[in-house]
């Protein structure tokens, strides 16, 4: 099975600054998407940011962009100009082409200072 | 937003009675997934599906079981629930080459 790890379970930033998010994994498969997902208090997950394993070029949603290394199998998640509703936590996943089964980190949760 | 619903959203039982959480989509894509999420574990696979009748365990699945009789309906059954299972359950569904869509969540409590 795959794993995925976050190593950050809580990060803070204040708002209008960029805080960047960790995520590892490990995979021996070739052909996989990698997700970032956004859960607010309302519990409600929300899907950020999507990357396939296959391009080189990062994904990047107005002020969430990731910097995908294949090679280490590392895969962050960059939230520039902090805003106060981006606080919630934040989850890595990752999706194997064997069933579409879907794998995910423990969770980062984001506080944004005022 | 995605067609994924699940009911109910609450749930109180006591310890030992059967349970069943119902995950209602009308996107009609083929894979389907229970997860069940409790602090320091983020989200973990109990059950999913990958076509009508066909359906495969998670992780997590001991002490649950799923059924999918049709393409919109996922099942989730606690034979005999257990104070162990309370837990916030998510469905979610998978849109090809894309991510997954979440359910609302149903918050479950066993006395």
């Known amino acids: 099975a795959q794993t995925v790890t976050q190593s950050q379970p809580e990060m803070s930033v204040q708002e209008a600054e960029t805080v960047t998010l960790s995520c590892t994994y490990d995979?021996?498969?070739?052909?996989?998407?990698l997700f970032w997902y956004k859960q607010p208090p309302s519990r409600q997950m929300i899907l950020v940011i999507r990357?396939?394993?296959?391009?080189?070029q990062n994904a990047t949603e107005n002020r969430f962009s990731v910097n995908f290394q294949k090679a280490a199998k590392s895969f962050s998640l960059k939230i520039s100009d902090s805003q106060l509703g981006d606080a919630a936590m934040y989850f890595c996943?990752?999706?194997?082409?064997?069933?579409?089964?879907?794998?995910f980190g423990t969770g980062t949760s984001l506080t944004v200072i005022p | 937003d995605a067609g994924i619903t699940q009911s109910p959203r609450h749930k109180v039982t006591e310890t030992g009675t059967p349970v069943t959480l119902r995950c209602h989509q009308t996107?009609?894509?083929?894979?389907m997934y229970w997860y069940r999420q409790d602090p320091g574990h983020g989200l973990r696979l109990i059950h999913y599906?990958?076509?009508?009748?066909?359906?495969d365990k998670g992780e997590v699945s001991d002490g649950y079981s799923v059924s999918r009789s049709k393409t919109e309906d996922f099942l989730l059954t606690l034979e005999s629930a257990t104070s162990s299972q309370t837990s916030v359950y998510f469905c979610?569904?998978?849109?090809?080459?894309?991510?997954?869509?979440f359910g609302p969540g149903t918050r479950l409590t066993v006395t």
């Open positions: 599906s990958y076509g009508v009748k066909d359906t």
């Open positions: 996107e009609n894509h083929r894979y």
């Open positions: 996943a990752y999706r194997s082409p064997y069933r579409n089964q879907f794998y």
């Open positions: 979610a569904i998978s849109a090809p080459d894309r991510g997954q869509y």
């Open positions: 995979t021996s498969e070739s052909d996989y998407y």
């Open positions: 990357q396939e394993a296959y391009k080189q």
